[in-house]
């Protein structure tokens, strides 16, 4: 099935370890000092995409529970909020990307907890994975549990790095794909297809593309070919970035 896994994994007593306050994702734009305005419309922009996707494929009502799994720096939940008036739940193993913003993010359902933790009642209408699955340790265990606790009707969307992509190919081993101890798989079309048909779900659309730019993970591996340091002040790279 072409499935990239690694092996051996970073132990979970450990895993924490690797996502500080200094991992980029919670971050989110502060971590481009004086370009930070800047870089938070650019994120409210992928936002608003992510918000458009769901809206395309699920009816949101103002009774509709969208649950975001590993939600990070909750700004998509913040969207949801103000442009679907439904109800949001995220959940993250860190409160890392949100713990330091209490008042941006009030009225988010928050919660540091793992899939295993989630009621079997919650029931949620839409779930979503934005960047992920490739982090789960045990993602056909999950995917089984998400779908034992959905309705019927849930929608679940999932946008993960494609291991068969032109990108991954054109930089090697210095795709940022790799993000090497913190993905522990790397999914292709083929394989992700098999995962969830196999954990209960019915596959409706598969595309090789995702919301995010696919610039993104062009830049990402040209600066690990140059041994950028992650958690640096990003600001030195934003007009190169741009350009």
């Known amino acids: 099935c072409k499935l990239v896994f690694l092996n051996p994994r970073v132990s979970l007593d450990v895993l924490q370890n690797y996502y500080t306050s200094h991992y980029l994702p919670y971050r989110g734009p502060k971590a481009w000092g004086k370009f930070e305005k800047l870089v938070e419309s650019s994120q409210q922009k992928l936002d608003l995409k992510r918000v458009k996707r769901v809206k395309g494929v699920h009816v949101i009502s103002p009774d509709s529970l969208i649950l975001d799994v590993g939600c990070g720096n909750p700004s998509f939940l913040k969207a949801c909020q103000k442009e679907l008036k439904c109800n949001t739940m995220g959940i993250d193993f860190s409160d890392e990307g949100w713990k330091e913003q209490p008042s941006h993010f009030d009225g988010l359902d928050l919660q540091v907890a793992e899939i295993k933790d989630l009621p079997s009642s919650l029931k949620p209408d839409v779930i ?57 798989s790397l999914f292709s079309p083929n394989n992700i297809e098999l995962l969830l048909q196999k954990s209960g779900w019915k596959v409706t659309k598969l595309m090789a593309y995702g919301t995010m730019n696919h610039y993104l993970l062009y830049w990402m591996s040209e600066m690990e070919q140059k041994g950028i340091k992650w958690d640096k002040n990003m600001q030195d790279e934003f007009w190169e970035f741009m350009r």
């Open 128 to 184: 979503t994975m934005w960047h992920y699955l490739e982090h789960d340790y045990t993602p056909l265990e999950n995917l089984t549990y998400l779908k034992s606790i959905s309705k019927p009707s849930t929608t679940l969307i999932i946008e993960i790095p494609n291991f068969d992509s032109t990108s991954r190919k054109k930089y090697g081993e210095n795709w940022a794909g790799w993000h090497t101890p913190r993905h522990i």
